[in-house]
């Protein structure tokens, strides 16, 4: 069967996803999770949770606004957990650490994100708070690597962004969505353009190396027309990346509880306005990295922030942050609710103990070739075989034999690529979120449907 699928069945951008995350019975000790892994070259996550606007699609773990001190509370619960792994890291499991990340075992960080939520949701102080929390307690040196840090146009004010720039921020992502205002309205976004390109312009004048800006389309009352408009303004700023996100109506969102146009005609929404995008960037001088992701030649590689399939060795700390070791996910729980997702939040604002992992999955070495090939093959460079083989000693087509072949029947696959290399098709590329749900594990996909949304 060749029919070509749904193209927007599912965003992958980690597997499994965390909606396949249980509570751990024998709840695991995190020096014990570590103690054989290698943590030469760990890379390093701090979730801040909070946002002013919940936008209409969003789905990620934040709650709007944080109400008596809680951004406070946040943060000393960040720095418990902090010094509690990196004890962890280095054997000390019984908290035996100085608490500044000093051990005897060589850990070493090649990079560091701020994400959420919206990390500048915190004033210019509590940003060198979070910043003292992943030097004096983790050990990282964010002058010396790759720094991500989200931020909103609201909140890239003078004050945080020279505080980021100081402390060796190298990219600042800036979720825009679109420069259109009646558009991020629809997108319960309230936001005038005014403020965009004035934060845009703050963000320039702090000479952070790279610029990304996040825009959506599939919006409603969208057209080719004003997508242009929206293309056209970001490129003015020339960024050193744009990602292009489809836009989704997901369970709990405020716009997953509107009415949508038949799927059909969504789809073929989106699909147009995508490649009209694609072309369009591509045609200004921009290299596609991913079916998201677009890159100006000679842009600083971000390290941590570019799609990669080794993600093994992640340290997410906060409590919307994952942590990936070889053979286990684990995170704490996860919802979308608003009432939820507060509780989660006042649950770890009062943790004293975060030594062991609550929550999570096993990664067997099914599950792990199965992480590897699709994280790799949404790249637009495609995979290597020999470097799957060499690491798991089969090859992709002895492993996923009948997925390989139907994504070639579909024309997903580049049949032009060179020999030995694996790689997507531009048309692939465009069903990346159908190609990369289609290799989800049967028990992957069996834990995802019994999950109960909250």
């Known amino acids: ?116 939520g919206t990390p500048t949701f915190l004033t210019a102080g509590e940003l060198e708070r979070l910043c003292d929390i992943a030097e004096k307690r ?32 190298t990219r600042l992502s800036i979720g825009v969505q679109s420069f259109v205002e009646e558009e991020a309205k629809a997108a319960v976004r309230p936001q005038r353009r005014s403020d965009v390109e004035a934060a845009l312009g703050r963000i320039r004048d702090a000479r952070i190396p790279v610029l990304n800006i996040d825009l959506i389309y599939g919006i409603d009352g969208q057209t080719p027309r004003s997508w242009r408009l929206s293309l056209d303004a970001a490129l003015a700023w020339r960024p050193e990346e744009l990602y292009l996100y489809p836009l989704y109506a997901r369970p709990l969102t405020p716009l997953g509880r509107r009415a949508h146009p038949s799927e059909a005609d969504w789809d073929a929404q989106r699909l147009q306005l995508y ?15 991913s079916m998201r992701m677009f890159r100006l030649p000679g842009a600083p590689r971000e390290g941590a922030d570019d799609y990669a399939c080794q993600t093994d060795g992640m340290i997410g700390l906060g409590c919307g942050a994952r942590s990936y070791t070889s053979d286990l996910h684990y995170s704490f729980d996860y919802a ?24 999570g999955r096993a990664v067997d070495s099914d599950e792990a070739r199965r992480r590897h090939l699709l994280q790799s093959l949404l790249q637009a460079v495609g995979m290597a075989v020999d ?23 579909l024309g997903w696959l580049d049949a032009d690529a060179a020999p030995g290399l694996l790689r997507l098709s531009p048309e692939g590329l465009a069903h ?20 109960e949304a909250k």
């Open 1 to 116: 069967m060749t029919n070509t699928p749904r193209p927007y069945e599912s965003y992958v951008y980690a597997y499994p996803h965390k909606t396949a995350y249980r509570p751990l019975a024998d709840r695991p000790a995190l020096s014990t999770l570590w103690a054989g892994e290698r943590k030469d070259a760990l890379s390093l996550y701090l979730h801040i949770p909070f946002c002013e606007v919940r936008c209409g699609f969003c789905n990620l773990f934040t709650r709007i606004g944080a109400p008596d001190e809680l951004t406070t509370r946040y943060l000393d619960a960040l720095d418990r957990q902090a010094t509690a792994v990196a004890d962890a890291l280095h054997g000390n499991g019984n908290g035996g650490g100085d608490g500044n990340g000093n051990g005897d075992d060589a850990v070493r960080f090649a990079a560091a994100a701020f994400g959420g």
């Open 138 to 169: 983790m050990g990282a040196d964010l002058r010396a690597v790759p720094l991500s840090v989200e931020t909103s146009p609201s909140t890239a004010t003078a004050d945080r962004l020279s505080v980021l720039a100081d402390r060796g921020a």
């Open 275 to 289: 490649r009209q995008g694609r072309d369009h960037l591509l045609a200004q001088g921009y290299e596609q990295v």
């Open 336 to 359: 979308v609710g608003m009432r939820e997702i507060r509780s989660i939040i006042d649950a770890y604002t009062l943790t004293e103990d975060f030594s062991r992992a609550e929550v």
């Open 387 to 409: 470097g799957y083989r060499e690491r798991f000693g089969s090859g992709p087509d002895d492993d996923f034999p009948a997925e390989l072949d139907r994504f070639a029947a």
């Open 432 to 451: 990346s979120d159908a190609l990369g749900p289609a290799l989800f594990s049967p028990a992957v996909r069996a834990a995802m449907a019994s999950y």
